[in-house]
Structure formats: C-alpha cells, structure tokens
T-cell receptor, first 112, second 117 residues
Framework: DQQVKQNSPSLSVQEGRISILNCDYTNSMFDYFLWYKKYPAEGPTFLISISSIKDKNEDGRFTVFLNKSAKHLSLHIVPSQPGDSAVYFCAASTGNTGKLIFGQGTTLQVKP | DTEVTQTPKHLVMGMTNKKSLKCEQHMGHRAMYWYKQKAKKPPELMFVYSYEKLSINESVPSRFSPECPNSSLLNLHLHALQPEDSALYLC????????????????FGSGTRLTVV
C-alpha cells in the first residue's frame, strides 16, 4: 500500500518556464512533508518542507503548496533552469518517529 | 560542517563476507537513520537511532546489524548477504526524530553502492 504517490514518472519543461511536480498521500496522520532532489549516485538533497498547519511555503524559486482536504501537495519551480534536471522525491512523516515515507519520484528534465 | 559522510562509496562483497558501512555527522544531530534504495525505487527506511538507542527496526533481516557507537557515528554491519541485497545504502541524520522546520535538518549522505556477488 503506497501511502505517498507521485503519479508522473517524468516531466519535461523548457528553461525559464514553471515546473510543477505533484504528490498525493493517503495517510491523514502525516503532519510534515518534504521535497528532495536527487542526482544519480548521490544522496537526496533537501529542498523545501511544509507543515500540515500551513498551505504554502516559499524559498527562492521553490514553492510548496499543500491541500489537506485533497491530500495533495505540489512543488513549483519558477523559473526552471537546466541545473534543476534531477529526480524529485516527495516525502511525508508523522509524529516523532523520524521515519520518512517517500514517493516513487519524478524525473524532471529542463531543456535549454 | 553540514554534511553526512558515508564510507565506502562503493563496495563489492561475496555472500560469505563480513563488511561494514560507516556513517559520520558532526552537526550535533541526535537522530540517525539507515535507508535502502533499489534502482528506480524510492528510499525505504531500515533503522532509526535516537540518542544512540535503536528506536525503529523495520523488520530488517538479521544479516543487517546496525550499531551506534556514539552520537556522531552509525555503522551497518553486513554478513551473509544475498545478491538481492545489492542496493544504494543511505545514511541520514536529523536534529531530533520529531523536529520540524529549521529544527529538523534531515540530511542524507551520498550513499554506499553495495554489490553482492
């Protein structure tokens, strides 16, 4: 049973445009969400996070939106740059366990 | 120092070998984690250590044995592995297991690429 789902395996965007990566979850107990970026042969790099008490968090070119009623979050990257090309993972956690549950990832390609 | 350092980066071992993966952080984090990632799959949690004590074992086979000698170090001892255990093993740390926002600092190392032959 996949509790965190990223239904788009890949996304291709032109440089300068907006990239929107989506993530859905099923467990209503999740109270904290994180986005990570991953290059091949490297560990995930933290991008941005959001608590379930908020509906938006912004950090530079990255904005995460949370819709609790729809159990959906999205990561917006504006403007997209070729260096953003990577696999993006959505992750969720609950309580104080420290356990992160990851989605399957979305491969973003930003074309020059 | 805001890094989690894992050694070795690559490891090839036979099914009868004993080896260890090492992880180190100097951020003062009191929670450390082992994750396993197979190709084209998301990372999956194996173990959680909180204040040097094992708090979560995700039903991992006993051929994987974690150890946390002190607050900065985390080891994963490997013995009698199977070829299907070949994967990227990721270590992570965070300030606390229940941190949020800036307090969390959930940081991953670059991983050890393990191949079991």
């Amino acid at each position: 049973d996949q509790q965190v789902k990223q239904n788009s395996p890949s996304l291709s965007v032109q440089e300068g445009r907006i990239s929107i990566l989506n993530c859905d979850y099923t467990n209503s107990m999740f109270d904290y969400f994180l986005w990570y970026k991953k290059y091949p042969a490297e560990g995930p790099t933290f991008l941005i996070s959001i608590s379930s008490i908020k509906d938006k968090n912004e950090d530079g070119r990255f904005t995460v939106f949370l819709n609790k009623s729809a159990k959906h979050l999205s990561l917006h990257i504006v403007p997209s740059q070729p260096g953003d090309s990577a696999v993006y993972f959505c992750a969720a956690s609950t309580g104080n366990t420290g356990k992160l549950i990851f989605g399957q990832g979305t491969t973003l390609q930003v074309k020059p | 120092d805001t890094e989690v350092t894992q050694t070795p980066k690559h490891l090839v071992m036979g099914m009868t070998n004993k080896k260890s993966l090492k992880c180190e952080q100097h951020m003062g984090h009191r929670a450390m984690y082992w994750y396993k990632q197979k190709a084209k799959k998301p990372p999956e949690l194996m173990f959680v250590y909180s204040y040097e004590k094992l708090s979560i074992n995700e039903s991992v086979p006993s051929r994987f044995s974690p150890e946390c000698p002190n607050s900065s170090l985390l080891n994963l001892h490997l013995h009698a592995l199977q070829p299907e255990d070949s994967a990227l093993y990721l270590c992570a740390s965070s300030k606390y297991t229940g941190g949020r926002g800036q307090d969390y600092g959930y940081t991953f190392g670059s991983g050890t690429r393990l191949t079991v032959v």
